[in-house]
């Protein structure tokens, strides 16, 4: 199975801030078959980006992703407070459809 | 307005079966393929089950597979997922979600998940 690995763990940052974040894969992610989540405590996940670089219906231009092969990035240009949770990457190419351990966006 | 609503979930002791089902509505279920993933408490996201808009391919985590089943009725816009010899491992929130036409695509939207606790 493809293994995603999120950097860093906690991001600790001010809003009005560049948010940058990293998912790395164990084997080349096909056709860049890659998606990113915003997960809110309490609440499920929510779609961001697909396909590594589309913005899901309704998300701000402030979320952007980038990457193809093994290594891929969430770039949330400012930082508004409702930015702060947790972000997974996720892998749809290969069955299992496995995720990354997270990176969590904190209040600094 | 696309929703799914998870129920079925519960306090169960390990190694008996629970059956959760999800119902769908505000979109043609039979065009879409359909998701189960979990949430342990305060840990990250991991893939169940897939299965797709005509149950013509299933797919299934290592470890549920042999233990969890899915399927679908397309005429009742319902997901269904058949969990036996539950271990404490599965306790888990476990999220309805939906795919794309094929079985490789992104998740979107999730319902509100539905809480397995497995304990004796």
């Known amino acids: 199975e493809i293994v995603l690995t999120q950097s860093p763990a906690t991001l600790s940052l001010s809003p009005g801030e560049r948010a940058t974040l990293s998912c790395g894969a164990s084997?080349?992610?096909?056709?860049?078959?890659l998606a990113w989540y915003q997960q809110k405590p309490g609440l499920a996940p929510r779609l961001l980006i697909y396909d590594a670089s589309r913005r899901a219906t309704g998300i701000p231009d402030r979320f952007s992703g980038s990457g193809s092969g093994t290594d891929f990035t969430l770039t949330i240009s400012r930082l508004e407070p409702e930015d702060f949770a947790v972000y997974y990457c996720?892998?749809?190419?290969?069955?299992?459809?496995?995720f990354g351990g997270g990176t969590k966006v904190e209040i600094k | 307005e696309v929703q799914l609503v998870e129920s079925g979930g519960g306090l169960v002791q390990p190694g008996r079966s629970l059956r959760l089902s999800c119902a769908a509505s505000g979109f043609m279920f039979d065009d879409f393929a359909m998701h189960w993933v979990r949430q342990a408490p305060g840990k990250g996201l991991e893939w169940v089950s897939g299965i797709t808009w005509n149950s013509g391919t299933v797919g299934y985590a290592d470890s549920v597979k042999g233990r969890f089943t899915i399927s679908r009725d397309n005429a009742k816009n319902s997901l269904y997922l058949e969990m036996k010899s539950l271990r404490r491992e599965d306790t888990a929130l476990y999220y309805c979600?939906?795919?794309?036409?094929?079985?490789?695509?992104?998740?979107?939207?999730w319902g509100q998940g539905t809480l397995v606790n497995v304990s004796s």
């Open positions: 084997q080349s992610v096909t056709t860049t078959y």
């Open positions: 996720q892998q749809y190419g290969i069955s299992p459809f496995t």
């Open positions: 979600v939906r795919g794309g036409q094929l079985l490789h695509n992104w998740f979107d939207p």
